[in-house]
């Protein structure tokens, strides 16, 4: 059974870091295009970080320069790495998994539960 899933998130103060996972089974992630998104309360989901089967990677604007999106080939696993975090930076996490091509903007076939991330003094 192909699954995602996430881990990491938490309660960070704000100017913290915070590192997600996305742990993969039945995938090698390696060979797909893996996309962080978040969703907020009362707003829509939105791209976070996405990194290329090519190993290419592009950000959302607000995320640039705080925000690095990494593979580990070894464990399957697709990394966040997030640091000066912002209040507005809490959010639901979800990783997801585009077959087929690279282009995440055209939608994930699969995706995990999601993890939260609170950044709160």
């Known amino acids: 059974q192909a699954q995602l899933v996430e881990s990491g998130g938490g309660l960070v103060e704000p100017g913290g870091s915070l590192t997600l996972s996305c742990d993969a089974s039945?995938?090698?992630?390696?060979?797909?295009?893996i996309g962080w998104f978040r969703q907020a309360p009362g707003k829509e989901r939105e791209g976070v970080a996405a990194v290329a089967s090519d190993d290419s990677t592009s950000y959302g604007e607000s995320m640039k320069g705080r925000f690095t999106i990494s593979r580990d080939n070894a464990k399957n696993t697709v990394r966040l790495q997030m640091s000066s975090l912002k209040p507005e930076d809490t959010a639901v996490y979800y990783c997801?998994?585009?077959?087929?091509?690279?282009?995440?903007?055209?939608?994930?076939?699969?995706w995990g539960r999601g993890t939260l991330v609170t950044v709160s003094s």
């Open positions: 997801g998994l585009r077959v087929g091509d690279n282009i995440v903007s055209r939608g994930m076939n699969y």
């Open positions: 039945g995938f090698k992630l390696k060979y797909y295009a």
